[in-house]
């Protein structure tokens, strides 16, 4: 980083830092989704043993 200026890097590292929040922002949001749509498929087929029984 030592080649860039002051003035780049003042820009730059704003940019990067909101760059990694959002992948990491993507990240747990999709893993939170894919969660729900496991707990949802759990519960339906339970309720579907105990309708059966």
Same mark, same amino acid.
């Given at each position: 980083m030592q080649y860039f200026s002051g003035r780049?890097? !003042?820009?730059? @590292?704003?940019?990067?830092l909101a760059g990694t929040a959002a992948v @990491?922002?993507?990240?747990?949001?999709? !893993? @939170?989704? !894919?969660? +729900? /749509?496991?707990?949802?498929?759990?519960? /339906? /087929?339970?309720? +579907?043993?105990?309708?059966? +029984?």
């Open positions: 780049l890097r !003042r820009v730059l @590292f704003p940019l990067m @990491f922002y993507y990240l747990i949001d999709s !893993r @939170f989704d !894919r969660t +729900e /749509k496991y707990l949802d498929d759990l519960n /339906k /087929k339970y309720s +579907e043993t105990l309708l059966q +029984e």
